[in-house]
């Protein structure tokens, strides 16, 4: 039709116009931190010494989000899954967590952070579990940077926890099936106060979630890295905020 007018953009909606905008920083950045046994195994050295090395990655690292000014960093430290291994590095393991957590609390507290755990707790030693939960609650008038580590954790099994007290709730009559919603339900996962990941990095080269955050990670954006998690420091965390920032995120609407 021959009546129609031109279509012609507005000047100030001009494609060379248009200064692209930057992601504000992420609220909250999550870390799979993988790669500690092939760190390990191209140094000829026990495994063990790999997942040490990964316990000075994580300083540097809270180091980095400390003065990046993330408020939240969440890191995968034991899944679900990983009982499945050797009986000796399961062992190897939990006693690093051990040694960890006390020999950083002091410093962790005193540099303003608040230490939570996700995960089935009730799985590690009773003296594990006593110092997660003094740490915890050492640190939770804390508000500078809120590091959740996540140990022996699993989405799935979290969003069955969730559908079990769901389950519970609804036989109790406390709510009825249609009051469920995001929110009621995410209220009941580990997470329940914490804000979706805006952010997961994951090291070593592999690409795949492995279980960490299902539910939470609907709309954060990924970022692979070819680093060994030993190797991982501020630059890589820096590097990847800026990738962040370049990130056009859209939660399934259209773009402005
Ligand atoms: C990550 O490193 C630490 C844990 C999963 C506990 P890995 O131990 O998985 O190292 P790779 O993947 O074998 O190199
Ligand atoms: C994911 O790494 C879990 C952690 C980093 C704690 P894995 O090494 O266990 O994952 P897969 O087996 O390669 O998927
Ligand atoms: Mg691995």
Redesign the pocket.
Known sequence: MSSLPAITAPASNAASDRVPIANPPPCHVAI???GNGRWAQARSLPRIAGHRAGARAVRRTIEAALAHKVGWLTL????S??WRRPRDEVSDLTALLRHYIKSEIAELAANGVRLRFIGEAGRFAPDIQASLADAERMTAANTRLNLTIALSYGGRAEIIAAAKLIARAVAAGEITPGDLDEAEFSRRLFTADMPDPDLIIRTSG?R?L?NFLLWQAAYAELIFLNVLWPDFGATHFAEALADYAGRERRFGARPA
């Open positions: 799979i931190m993988d995968y430290a034991f899944s899954e990983n592999e795949r492995s």
